[in-house]
């Protein structure tokens, strides 16, 4: 039965955090398709007329979001080193400082890189790339936590 509840649990925090996702891209991402190519546009588009204000609102639900994850920890009574909590602050600013200094110029234009045409999209593998690099930094660098015995009454 308990197994039954987890797997419940871990599809309703996806719902969550897909619905967030698309939440927050509607305020400061691409203006996206509904239902395809074709179909009606929905978004600001704000990282195309107002790149900042984009990152701006990134920033704070990001700063929002670590808030609640501390605070949901000191809960349950887990302790983190300062260099644990900077390590973990550190790649989402990471994020944050990334979307910064590509949001007037690709790195094309700021390395002066010449144009080839790879044949496919390169945003998907950047990604992919970041994504990874992201968390392997968190499970190598992010030292584990101690549990704080405590008595609850």
């Known amino acids: 039965?308990?197994?039954?509840?987890?797997?419940?649990?871990?599809?309703?925090?996806?719902?969550?955090?897909?619905?967030?996702?698309f939440v927050l891209d509607f305020f400061s991402?691409?203006?996206?398709?509904?239902f395809g190519a074709d179909s009606m546009e929905a978004g600001l588009g704000l990282y195309a007329s107002n790149p900042y204000l984009a990152i701006l609102i990134?920033?704070?639900?990001?700063?929002?979001?670590?808030?609640y994850f501390f605070a949901e920890e000191a809960k349950k009574g887990i302790i983190r080193t300062t260099k644990n909590r900077v390590s973990i602050i550190s790649v989402f600013a990471y994020?944050?400082?990334?979307?910064?200094?590509?949001?007037?110029?690709?790195?094309?234009?700021?390395?002066?890189?010449?144009e080839f045409d790879l044949e496919f999209?390169?945003?998907m593998p950047t990604l992919i790339f970041t994504y990874c690099a992201m968390i392997y930094c968190l499970n190598y660098f992010v030292p584990k936590f101690k549990l704080e015995k405590t008595m609850r009454k």
């Open 29 to 34: 991402g691409h203006i996206h398709h509904i």
């Open 121 to 123: 999209n390169t945003n």
């Open 95 to 114: 994020g944050i400082i990334f979307m910064l200094l590509i949001a007037t110029k690709s790195f094309r234009q700021l390395f002066v890189i010449p």
């Open 1 to 21: 039965m308990e197994n039954s509840i987890q797997k419940h649990q871990i599809g309703l925090v996806s719902v969550v955090l897909v619905s967030i996702h």
């Open 58 to 67: 990134e920033a704070l639900f990001s700063i929002g979001a670590l808030w």
